[in-house]
């Protein structure tokens, strides 16, 4: 999408067969330009014809044309769409201006049926028009994951500083055990000096104690052998009380959860998919109410009454125009183009209205459809969720037999060799007895020290790698635990920008309509309004946090009282400047003013012309180009600077 900076050169626009326009070309430069005119001089075509070089899809094909066109020049660059009838569609094709248009619908393109101008009108509940372009869903989603992120950062730190209380009982193991190491070595030496002694003083037998003392380390290595399976068998005992714990927690886990999460989950599937259905039923229901609205409004605008029979032969053999004939000056009695029969021209205006009426009747009801479908979606997501815990708390409990099968399997093995190693200890132990002799009692009894102490040594070292190799895992992460908290840091951060993202959006529509209400009330002067303004409320009932914005208009007395009023008894003039005005504040929160360059209006007649000069000076402050249609009295009040665009 492109960047709306000031710009300063004109845009141009070529259109041809759209609305009411066979084609024209005209430059719209900085700043107002005012579309002045009588009714049906294709004021609103071109303002739709502008939205549609943008990007939106709200302007529709000439009757009798099964292609059109807009093209626009702006800032050097040019958009082109073109709109093709196909069947009872038309189809859109090209690059807007604006990749997602949806916003500047909302709050940009102000013409009369613009949802956010009749929603603050008409009193509908202004919080979901604000929030319509925000996907709130998204955003709690990113929060979930965020919080889930930082949950697990916390586990991780709290698992290292535990371990880390842990290192100087460990720091002061180690330093034990090297003593330890330390004197039995040289234990070890001293008697190795008493063996070497010893042996010079035997001068016979050697062949009987060289076969001693391979004995002896053979019953060494036995023994310590014997020792490791021993803490083999030790660890693989503790890691099988470890499982069985784990697994104790899971079943408490899974007792909690229901046997069928689910439900009747496929009822609540096809319920779900009849909303979906209603749902898209219903925006087809207002997508086509929208485009006969519009259609009929650009046909009464544009005088475009020439019927399919022979009307236009009619008009000729009267010597008339076919649109003197529709249209009588005085009783503006027209031809019908849908039933071909005379009609008063309020008739179908009024006909226009209550095609409005159903379309907002559609639009509560899809309102309602909405809420219900993503009530019923939440239910099925919390009742997935169950199911997906109960699934793998079964799956882990599946694996944790396995595991405790496989341990138990392992601890028979090691169980068996331990046996076979302890009857092969007392048997190396009986030949060193039978070995031993009166000449070599001394020898041998040195030997057997130095063998045991040999064996304590072996041991100690594996312990001491044991709690050396514990410590620098330690240390390792506490050196990591420095990154985990700047991340956590980071995460905090970021699930504070998305926690207050909606609050945020909230509050400054707030309080921009309400700063630019108060402006514009005391810019036109409307005699006993006081204040309108918008409150911004929690809703009791919403687990959530959900709000929703409360309208309030204050009125004075002529004694000079204050009292609350309501939007209804406002007058035609007052909602539209209301509605106008929460428009804008849309505009501006969503930052429009950065991103889309034009502001369109039009249908202001129920303001009267001053009001309307001051609106139009209001609003040409927030947007590059602001494109106003008005009646030719109305532009009267305008100021002379502004641009004025007089025949399309």
Excluded at 139 to 160: C, P, Q, S
Excluded at 356 to 382: F, G, I, P
Excluded at 526 to 541: K, P, S, T
Aim: net charge negative; hydrophobic share 35%; charged share 40%.
């Amino acid at each position: 999408m492109a960047t709306s900076e000031q710009l300063t050169d004109s845009a141009h626009f070529s259109v041809e067969n759209i609305g009411g326009i066979d084609q024209t070309e005209i430059d719209i430069p900085p700043g107002v330009t005012v579309l002045t005119g009588k009714n049906a001089t294709n004021r609103t075509s071109f303002l739709r014809s502008i939205m549609c070089a943008m990007g939106s899809q709200r302007a529709s094909l000439k009757g009798d044309a099964d292609e059109g066109r807009v093209e626009m020049t702006l800032d050097g660059d040019t958009y082109e769409r073109t709109l093709k009838r196909v069947g009872d569609d038309v189809t859109f094709e090209g690059d807007g201006y604006l990749d997602d248009p949806e916003v500047a619908d909302l709050f940009a393109f102000l013409l009369e049926t613009n949802d956010a101008r009749q929603a603050a009108a008409r009193g509908d509940q202004l919080r979901d028009v604000i929030m319509r372009p925000v996907d709130v869903d998204a955003i709690r989603a990113e929060i979930r994951r965020l919080e889930t992120e930082k949950g697990d950062i916390n586990d991780e730190l709290a698992n290292i500083e535990s371990r880390k209380r842990d290192l100087p009982q460990l720091e002061q193991r180690r330093n034990t055990l090297r003593e330890k190491i330390e004197d039995k070595r040289e234990e070890l030496a001293e008697l190795e000096d008493e063996i070497d002694d010893s042996s010079r003083d035997v001068e016979q037998g050697r062949k009987e104690q060289a076969e001693l003392e391979e004995k002896l380390q053979e019953l060494r290595q036995t023994r310590s052998e014997l020792e490791t399976i021993r803490r083999k068998i030790e660890r693989q005992e503790e890691s099988i009380s470890s499982l069985k714990r784990e697994r104790s927690d899971l079943e408490s886990d899974l007792d909690d959860l229901p046997e069928t999460p689910m439900g009747d989950h496929r009822d609540l599937e096809s319920e779900i998919d009849r909303l979906r259905t209603e749902r898209q039923d219903l925006n087809t229901e207002i997508n086509e109410l929208r485009s006969l609205i519009q259609y009929n409004e650009e046909r009464l605008e544009a005088e475009d009454y020439e019927l399919l029979q022979d009307g236009g032969a009619a008009a000729e053999e009267s010597g008339g125009s076919l649109t003197d004939q529709l249209v009588d000056s005085d009783s503006e009695t027209v031809v019908c183009w849908t039933c071909g029969s005379s009609v008063e021209r309020e008739q179908i205006e009024s006909t226009i209205d209550r095609l409005k009426s159903l379309r907002t009747e559609k639009v509560d009801a899809l309102n309602d459809v909405k809420s219900q479908l993503e009530e019923l979606k939440q239910e099925q997501r919390e009742a997935t969720k169950k199911q997906r815990r109960r699934t793998e708390i079964e799956r882990k409990l599946d694996d944790i037999e396995a595991e405790l099968d496989r341990r138990d399997e392992q601890i028979d093995a090691l169980k068996a060799n331990r046996e076979g190693l302890t009857d092969e200890v007392e048997s190396l132990e009986s030949e060193v007895e039978s070995l031993e002799s009166a000449d070599f009692d001394e020898i041998l009894t040195l030997h057997k020290e130095a063998n045991q102490l040999e064996f304590e040594i072996d041991s100690l070292e594996s312990d001491l790698d044991d709690v050396t190799s514990e410590i620098e895992e330690i240390e390792a992460d506490v050196e990591r635990a420095d990154d985990l908290r700047e991340q956590r840091t980071e995460l905090v951060d970021e699930l504070t920008d998305q926690r207050t993202k909606i609050d945020q959006i909230e509050a400054e529509a707030v309080d921009s309509f309400n700063e630019h209400m108060e402006s514009i009330l005391d810019l036109l002067g409307y005699e006993n309004i006081e204040r309108i303004w918008i409150e911004r409320i929690e809703d009791a009932g919403s687990t959530n946090g959900q709000t929703r914005f409360e309208l309030h208009i204050v009125r004075t007395t002529e004694n000079g009282a204050a009292y609350e009023d309501t939007i209804d008894h406002l007058s035609e003039s007052e909602r539209e400047v209301t509605g106008l005005i929460f428009a804008l504040a849309g505009y501006l929160v969503h930052d429009l003013h950065e991103s889309v360059p034009f502001m369109v209006l039009d249908s202001l007649e129920a303001i009267d012309s001053d009001r309307i000069a001051a609106l139009v000076e209001y609003f040409a402050d927030y947007a590059d180009f602001l494109v106003v249609a008005l009646l030719p009295e109305d532009a009267q009040a305008l100021d002379d600077r502004f641009t004025r665009v007089t025949s399309i």
